[in-house]
């Protein structure tokens, strides 16, 4: 039997599952559809087409489903979709997308912690993490076990890869790849995020064959598409190598800190005229 208190305030037309638990003055709408096993903290205010998946929670004061910030905005039928088992904290807000039948889709088994904010046209996958006061701008693309340090901003259309670790107080302006940690304004990669890959049972054979990948890409000093093509065919052919191909080719921002790295070798290019001049 679902536990709903009765100074909850629900809509005529939210559906609700069972087993689920709605406390004291949260805000339920009428589009919303609040699936199995879920928990709605007090004052959680969730409007719009709403889709709240099993076992998820809504903690104290997060705002689910709301109107998109995007001035594009027309009235279209947009839609939110948050996972199985995933917790969106207090004072976290979600927008709503922008665009007929657009998502704004969260995975299973994430954590977005307080006063986080995602933006319309999002799409976070499975088992990531935003720290505190983390912010997406809109059309952010944040793969699989990706985690987002806190009050860093997203720039919009931005990707973070898979398994990525971006630190706090950063700024991500550009694609974060697959599988680097970093940090920082302006943001620099240390390398290969390995202590995550350790704990995430990676076999050495890949976090090696990784390491070569993100050398070629960042420290040969190579033209982007002839590192690429190095790493097609130098490099084992694994599934997590094929995806760091297939997430540089598809670049649309260009990779994180890959900018700097060339702006600072025309640097010591000039200097270097400079002093020999």
Known sequence: MSQIHSQAYIEEGATIGDN???EPFAVIKKNVVIKNNVTIKSFAYIDGHTTIDEGAIIWPSASIGTKTQDKKFKGETTYVQI???????EFATINSSCNEGSVVKIGDNCLIMSYCHVAHNCEIGNNVIMTNSAMLAGHVIVEDFAIIGGMTPVHQFSRIGTHAMVG???????????YTVG???PYKLGGINLVGLKRRNFPLEVRNELAKAFKITYRMNLRFEDAIKKI??????MP???????????????LISLEGIIANKQSEIEKLAE???
């Open 168 to 178: 706090g107080f950063s700024r991500v302006s550009h694609d974060v790849p697959p």
């Open 240 to 254: 997590e190598i094929l995806h760091w191909i297939q997430f540089c080719k598809n670049t649309k921002r260009g």
């Open 183 to 185: 940090g920082g304004y």
């Open 83 to 89: 996972g199985k088992n995933t917790e969106i904290r």
């Open 232 to 237: 097609e065919e130098e490099l084992e052919p």
């Open 275 to 277: 002093v020999l001049n």
């Open 20 to 22: 689920v638990i709605i």
